[in-house]
T-cell receptor, first 111, second 114 residues
């Protein structure tokens, strides 16, 4: 079945540091890939998405590229802020509209 | 813009009690689903609905019932709560079943079963 694997956290960074969160997936067919973010006490919000190979999703300084050859969708941000502290979820959606999530990565950015 | 609204936000139940978690969306979305979030396990699909009158089981359906009598509402029922159902529950909706369609999430219900 479909699955998503992402690096375990927590990831602790200083402000303005570079952030990478690795995500790899297994799926049949051609899934769409998503990154969702969960700020403390809130639900999940879509951060970015990519729907086909080599697409780059971007939002709020975050980027991720759909790499079909390596089945990966790594999330990157060049300079994090304290406000980026959250839990980040990689997810895929294949046929049938079912989202499959990774385990989540908690990121803590210190001033 | 209400989006997806879940009630209650917090709930404590005793083992064996029943309750209903409410979920409503005002976006006229066709597809709705319930997830539970447990540490290190991401979100796991409990039940989903592709439209009014149609529901189906997800990955972890045991102990939960759902119904979809209207497009807007998708309640989740726990018939006899167990400590293993202690979790954070999220309701989500999306406009259709296309793979590239975004899902919108409620703010969650934190349930503790003692």
């Amino acid at each position: 079945g479909d699955s998503v694997t992402q690096m375990e956290g927590p990831v602790t960074l200083s402000e303005e540091a570079f952030l990478t969160i690795n995500c790899t997936y297994t799926a049949t067919g051609y899934p769409s890939l998503f990154w969702y973010v969960q700020y403390p006490g809130e639900g999940l919000q879509l951060l970015l998405k990519a729907t086909k190979a080599d697409d780059k999703g971007s939002n709020k300084g975050f980027e991720a590229t759909y790499r079909k050859e390596t089945t990966s969708f790594h999330l990157e941000k060049g300079s994090v802020q304290v406000s980026d502290s959250a839990v980040y979820f990689c997810a895929l959606k294949a046929a049938g509209n079912k989202l499959t999530f990774g385990g989540g990565t908690r990121v803590l950015v210190k001033p | 813009n209400a989006g997806v609204t879940q009630t209650p936000k917090f709930q404590v139940l005793k083992t064996g009690q029943s309750m209903t978690l409410q979920c409503a969306q005002d976006m006229n979305h066709e597809y709705m689903s319930w997830y539970r979030q447990d540490p290190g396990m991401g979100l796991r699909l409990i039940h989903y609905s592709v439209g009014a009158g149609i529901t189906d089981q997800g990955e972890v359906p045991n102990g939960y019932n759902v119904s979809r009598s209207t497009t807007e509402d998708f309640p989740l029922r726990l018939l006899s709560a167990a400590p293993s159902q202690t979790s954070v529950y999220f309701c989500a909706s999306s406009a259709d079943r296309k793979t590239n369609t975004e899902a919108f999430f409620g703010q969650g219900t934190r349930l503790t079963v003692v």
